[in-house]
């Protein structure tokens, strides 16, 4: 997940394929890749999830879209730009990090996965 949200090639890759599949040609947007003259390439995506729970519990309240934000990719953010609270990192139940993506993902739930 960091190589398809960040800069590299990976991105550019997978933002042409997504959008060959989807008739699209606006998912620069969803990615990092126009940074990519600006942005150091070493170090900047988190390898962890990351998240804001406030804005997670707010979006239902606005009829909005449950997603994780781009920023919270960014290793370099620590706290959510619009609560100005530290973004979690760690499950509140069993205090595990979580991988940024797996199959059973879904935004605004904590997904673990135990390996071993």
């Keep these: 997940m960091c190589g398809?949200?960040?800069?590299?090639?990976l991105a550019i890759d997978f933002i042409?394929?997504?959008?060959?599949?989807?008739?699209?040609?606006?998912?620069?947007?969803?990615?990092?890749?126009?940074?990519?003259?600006?942005?150091?390439?070493r170090g900047l995506?988190?390898?962890?999830?990351?998240w804001c729970g406030v804005c997670y519990q707010?979006?239902?309240i606005f009829k909005e879209p449950i997603y994780d934000q781009l920023i919270w990719y960014i290793k370099a953010v620590q706290c959510c730009p619009?609560?100005?609270?530290?973004?979690?990192?760690?499950?509140?139940?069993c205090s595990r990090t979580m991988q940024i993506l797996s199959r059973k993902t879904l935004p605004g739930i904590v997904s673990i996965v135990i390996v071993g």
């Design 45 to 50: 995506m988190r390898t962890e999830k990351a």
């Design 58 to 60: 707010e979006k239902p």
């Design 82 to 93: 619009n609560h100005n609270i530290n973004l979690a990192t760690k499950c509140p139940n």
């Design 16 to 41: 042409n394929v997504i959008q060959t599949l989807n008739f699209r040609t606006d998912l620069q947007k969803t990615t990092l890749i126009n940074w990519r003259n600006v942005l150091p390439t």
């Design 4 to 9: 398809i949200n960040g800069i590299g090639k």
